[in-house]
Antibody
Framework: EAQLVESGGGLVQPGGSLRLSCAAS????????MHWVRQAPGKGPVWVSR????????SYADSVKGRFTISRDNAKNMVYLQMNSLTVEDTAVYFC???????????WGQGTTVIVSS | QSALTQPASVSGSPGQSITISCTGT?????????VSWYQQHPDTAPKLMIY???NRPFGVSDRFSGSKSGNTASLTISGLQTEDEADYYC??????????FGGGTGVTVL
């Protein structure tokens, strides 16, 4: 069974950094685009970033471009989100998700919570 | 990238059919057959219900169907059931090689 498990969330001050991790299992990890999606309290999901299976192509939402970096380690079945220059607007649950059906996010993690506050 | 436009709420009685619209532009919904729909119950992760406009993942009830006309995609739920009460979000691939979600629609089963 395909599974995604996020970690690395927490409380961070404005201007700080955090690195989220996502461990994948149960599917051919290196074959698929991996995505990060976030959801602020009481709001809808917002797409953040994606990375191609071989790691050679990435894209970002305008709101995080230049501050966030997505990466992956196919040997470890891991995907990461390095978040720098965090603001209160980055406070959200961050979900790791995969597109195995081209195009739909068919497996989601449970999410990891990021709170940016002084 | 502006969010796709969805109605805030839709309601129906058990057994009825409801349709949720999702309006974008020619740069996203209208430009690609890459619209997906997600169901989200409180405090859970979204669940994929429809991908590529009208395809259902394995295990999703055939009461859920999707379509698209121009810049507007639609999700129809037939034979509405109490367990269908949830928030629904559309999403689309965009010309900028990003994805965008809709603002969400709350479905109430009366």
């Amino acid at each position: 069974e395909a599974q995604l498990v996020e970690s690395g969330g927490g409380l961070v001050q404005p201007g700080g950094s955090l690195r989220l991790s996502c461990a994948a299992s149960g599917f051919s990890f290196s074959s698929y685009w991996m995505h990060w999606v976030r959801q602020a309290p009481g709001k809808g999901p917002v797409w953040v970033s994606r990375i191609k299976g071989d790691g050679r192509e990435t894209s970002y939402a305008d709101s995080v471009k230049g501050r966030f970096t997505i990466s992956r380690d196919n040997a470890k079945n891991m995907v990461y989100l390095q978040m720098n220059s965090l603001t209160v607007e980055d406070t959200a649950v961050y979900f790791c998700t995969v597109d195995r059906v081209y195009y739909g996010l068919d497996v989601w993690g449970q999410g990891t919570t990021v709170i940016v506050s002084s | 990238q502006s969010a796709l436009t969805q109605p805030a709420s839709v309601s129906g009685s058990p057994g009825q059919s409801i349709t949720i619209s999702c309006t974008g532009t020619s740069s996203d919904v209208g430009g690609y057959d890459y619209v997906s729909w997600y169901q989200q119950h409180p405090d859970t992760a979204p669940k994929l219900m429809i991908y590529d406009v009208s395809n259902r993942p394995f295990g999703v009830s055939d009461r859920f169907s999707g379509s698209k006309s121009g810049n507007t995609a639609s999700l129809t739920i037939s034979g509405l059931q109490t367990e269908d009460e949830a928030d629904y979000y559309c999403s689309s691939y965009t010309r900028r090689k990003t994805w965008v979600f809709g603002g969400g629609t709350g479905v109430t089963v009366l």
